[in-house]
């Protein structure tokens, strides 16, 4: 699976839209980009995953630039409860390559 | 309860003592994970399970490391002879897979693991 990269850490005022970026220069065609966030001593929870278009749900949205070698995760109004460690992690949905990889992640607080 | 479930939260051994550990997964679920998670890294694999074939184990799974998943639905990771370097968060996930598609994990809230 493609590696990736993320800062190491990020602070957004309570409020305001969280943009999280993410760099996977090696992504192939069949791999999708994941992000899950972890709060602190609770497991990873998944928030969004796309593939070339950009997706939403309740949670996030998921931009992906048209090259793929990139993505943004937005929070649009980041809130408390949102400070977690995010991780973007590119994967391939077939059978080839079943686990996802984690790498350290960007640290997001929201300050009051 | 509709998520993965853990159990202990928290153990305390002494090294040198055996551990195990318990992962109740998402019961459509065929698919069980478990990882590894010290402070301040990322979760790192350490085996994976498609009913109750273990498909996979990383190379961090020593030989006193054993997991298994008798019945295709709950899974026990064991630590024989624990030492301090083992003391971390275990996390179980798990995941549905059909045909060649894999969909995302849910991942319980882990075990933390403290060898004094």
């Known amino acids: 699976d493609a590696k990736t990269t993320q800062p190491t850490s990020m602070d957004c005022a309570e409020g305001r839209a969280a943009n999280l970026p993410c760099n996977h220069s090696?992504?192939?065609?069949?791999?999708?980009v994941y992000w899950y966030r972890q709060i602190h001593s609770q497991g990873p929870q998944y928030i969004i995953h796309?593939?070339?278009n950009n997706e939403t749900n309740e949670m996030a949205s998921l931009i992906i630039t048209e090259d793929r070698k990139s993505s943004t995760l937005i929070l649009p109004h980041a809130t408390l409860r949102d400070t977690a460690v995010y991780y973007c992690?590119?994967?391939?949905?077939?059978?080839?390559?079943?686990?996802?990889?984690f790498g350290t992640g960007t640290s997001l607080t929201v300050i009051p | 309860d509709t998520g993965v479930s853990q159990d202990p939260r928290h153990k305390i051994t002494k090294r040198g003592q055996n551990v195990t550990f318990r992962c109740d997964p998402i019961?459509?679920?065929?698919?069980l994970y478990w990882y590894r998670q010290t402070l301040g890294q990322g979760p790192e694999f350490l085996t994976y399970?498609?009913?109750?074939?273990?498909?996979?184990k990383s190379r961090l799974l020593s030989d006193r490391f054993s997991a298994e998943r008798p019945k295709g639905s709950f899974s026990t990771l064991e630590i024989q002879r624990t030492e301090q370097g083992d003391s971390a968060m275990y996390l179980c996930?798990?995941?549905?897979?059909?045909?060649?598609?894999?969909?995302?994990?849910?991942f319980g809230s882990g075990t933390r693991l403290t060898v004094v």
């Open positions: 996930a798990s995941s549905l897979s059909l045909g060649n598609t894999n969909y995302g994990y849910t």
């Open positions: 090696t992504i192939s065609g069949n791999e999708y």
């Open positions: 796309g593939l070339k």
């Open positions: 992690i590119v994967r391939s949905l077939t059978n080839t390559g079943n686990q996802f990889y």
């Open positions: 019961s459509e679920h065929n698919r």
């Open positions: 399970f498609q009913n109750e074939a273990q498909l996979e």
